[in-house]
């Protein structure tokens, strides 16, 4: 059974930084691609970020383009969205995401839904 487990969200001003973490378990966590999703209040689920199973190809939501980064550390089984420049805008819960393709497949996520996800983590941007 997979396990994904978020941790680094938290209450940052507008303008600040936070990196987020996702551990996984259960899985040869470096064989699949990984996603991050993001949820505000009273709006849906949405794509922020994907990446291949290697790193070399990665993904984003037009309105975090240029200001978040997705990385993957394969041997430490965790994927990382460091969050620069926050807005108000950013505030939601945000969620980790496992894809299962192919092993090696070129494959990355742009917004389909995943296989698997993790319980979430807060990030409150204030103003």
């Known amino acids: 059974q997979v396990q994904l487990v978020e941790s680094g969200g938290g209450l940052v001003q507008a303008g600040g930084s936070l990196r987020l973490s996702c551990a996984a378990s259960?899985?040869?966590?470096?064989?699949?691609?990984m996603g991050w999703f993001r949820q505000a209040p009273g709006k849906e689920r949405e794509f922020v970020a994907g990446i291949s199973w290697n790193g070399g190809s990665t993904s984003y939501l037009d309105s975090v383009k240029g200001r978040f980064t997705i990385s993957r550390d394969n041997p430490k089984n965790t994927v990382y969205l460091q969050m620069n420049s926050l807005k108000p805008e950013d505030t939601a819960v945000y969620y980790c995401?496992?894809?299962?393709?192919?092993?090696?497949?070129?494959?990355?996520?742009?917004?389909?839904?995943?296989?698997?996800w993790g319980q979430g983590t807060q990030v409150t941007v204030s103003s």
């Open positions: 995401a496992m894809y299962y393709r192919r092993y090696g497949s070129s494959w990355y996520p742009r917004g389909e839904d995943p296989t698997n």
């Open positions: 259960g899985r040869t966590f470096s064989m699949y691609p």
